[in-house]
């Protein structure tokens, strides 16, 4: 079954500081996504990617780096993390030629809160 | 920028009772919508897709999309405690392999 797995599953950062959130999927999809996940808004497309060394700008982009080092690791970095950034992010996978319609795979998830 | 209402906000319906979600696109170009599943603790789970007008059934669940009012709808029948849960409607465009989700709808099933 198609796999996505987060790491950490939480984690507490001081304001200001960098935080990093990975990702890896065993799915041999070539698009992976960020996303957070804050009650009110659903689910937010933060960056995305296609193929390997190269990455997107979501929706809501701001404040949020990312790097996609191979096709099975992408990982979300925040250099200066603010309090607005606490949520919770989700990683995602998909195939890039419609099979499925296109269907997202979801990891667990990474609780992040920012003090 | 494609905006995905959904309502209502959260829901409770009995054990044994349907459970009807809503959703609708401010975007006529789509190609499809989903519904996705979150249960607590755990990522979304793509429970259905569809993309032509009517009905599509898959089990206890059952999507209705009307193109002409961009609105989609998922009917649960004979809900369990297990269907309580997130549910997102998202849409993707054509030819992209990006989506945008709605808010969702918290669903509670009652015992």
């Known amino acids: 079954e198609a796999a996505v797995t987060q790491s950490p599953r939480s984690k507490v950062a001081v304001t200001g500081g960098k935080v990093t959130l990975s990702c890896h999927q065993t799915n041999n999809h070539d698009y992976m996504y960020w996303y957070r996940q804050d009650t009110g808004h659903g689910l937010r497309l933060i960056h995305y990617?296609?193929?390997?060394?190269?990455?997107e700008k979501g929706d809501i982009p701001d404040g949020y780096k990312a790097s996609r080092p191979s096709q099975e690791n992408f990982s979300l970095i925040l250099e200066l993390a603010s309090l607005s950034q606490t949520a919770v992010y989700f990683c995602?996978?998909?195939?890039?030629?419609?099979?499925?319609?296109?269907?997202?795979?979801f990891g667990p998830g990474t609780r992040l809160t920012v003090l | 920028q494609q905006k995905v209402q959904q309502s209502p906000e959260s829901l409770s319906v009995p054990e044994g009772g349907m459970a009807s979600l809503n959703c609708t696109s401010s975007?006529?170009?789509?190609?499809y919508f989903w519904w996705y599943r979150q249960h607590s603790g755990e990522g979304p789970k793509a429970l259905m897709s569809i993309f032509s007008d009517g009905d599509k059934k898959e089990g206890r669940f059952t999507a209705h999309l009307n193109k002409a009012s961009l609105h989609v709808s998922l009917h649960i029948r004979d809900s369990q405690p297990s269907d309580s849960a997130l549910y997102f409607c998202?849409?993707?465009?054509?030819?992209?392999?990006?989506?945008?989700f709605g808010t969702g709808t918290r669903l509670q099933v009652l015992p």
């Open positions: 990617s296609y193929v390997a060394d190269s990455t």
């Open positions: 995602a996978s998909s195939d890039a030629t419609g099979g499925s319609s296109y269907e997202q795979y």
């Open positions: 998202a849409v993707s465009k054509p030819n992209t392999n990006k989506v945008v």
């Open positions: 975007d006529r170009n789509f190609q």
